[in-house]
């Protein structure tokens, strides 16, 4: 899409508006410094980017824990739900939303533990629940668990909308 109108024809942009970024090439540029994706996924969007909440429901000590989640999928939201296989008991979990465009509709929900202090016992399982606002409908999506300082994922649940 182009910040030009289509009558717009072939006339050159006034000079504040050749060399002043777009809010989309900003918003795409931060999407793909922060996320670190390869592929067309980056969340660049004209309007407010995907939201998501994560709240952990409990932590329990195991001697193995494994990773595992669910995602039911609306028409622009998704409800999503999981176990995360931290390396200690005393975590918070982020969640970060990886996106195409809104036409495309494919959609990745990242889930990362942080250590909130330093002294815990480990390994543990952390039970979670959340939501995400998309604002387009999702025809795909990927709930992948981020671990071992972000260099390790595993995707824990998918959805594809039938054709």
């Known amino acids: 899409m182009s910040d030009r109108t ?5 006339r050159p942009l006034p ?3 050749r060399h002043r970024p ?3 090439a900003v918003l795409a540029g931060s999407a793909l410094a922060a996320g670190g994706l390869s592929g ?4 660049a969007f004209r309007d407010d980017p995907p939201t998501a909440t994560v709240s952990v429901r409990s932590t329990e000590r195991v001697d193995d824990a494994e990773h595992d989640g669910s995602v039911e ?3 622009e939201t998704a ?3 999981g176990r995360f296989a931290a390396p200690v008991d005393c975590v918070s979990l982020d969640a970060a939303v990886f996106t195409s465009s809104p036409e495309e509709g494919i959609a990745i929900v990242e889930i990362a533990a942080t250590e909130t202090r ?6 543990a399982a952390v039970e979670y629940e959340g939501e995400v606002a998309f604002g387009f409908p999702v025809r795909d ?5 981020r671990f071992h300082g972000g260099e390790d994922r595993v995707t824990v649940a998918s959805y594809e909308r039938d054709a």
């Open 22 to 24: 777009t809010r989309r």
């Open 141 to 145: 999506l990927s709930l992948r668990h």
């Open 15 to 17: 000079a504040e508006r």
């Open 79 to 81: 409800r999503i739900e």
């Open 6 to 10: 289509p009558s717009a024809g072939s």
């Open 73 to 75: 999928v609306g028409d």
């Open 40 to 43: 067309c996924l980056g969340g």
């Open 118 to 123: 330093n002294g815990c016992k480990g390994p």
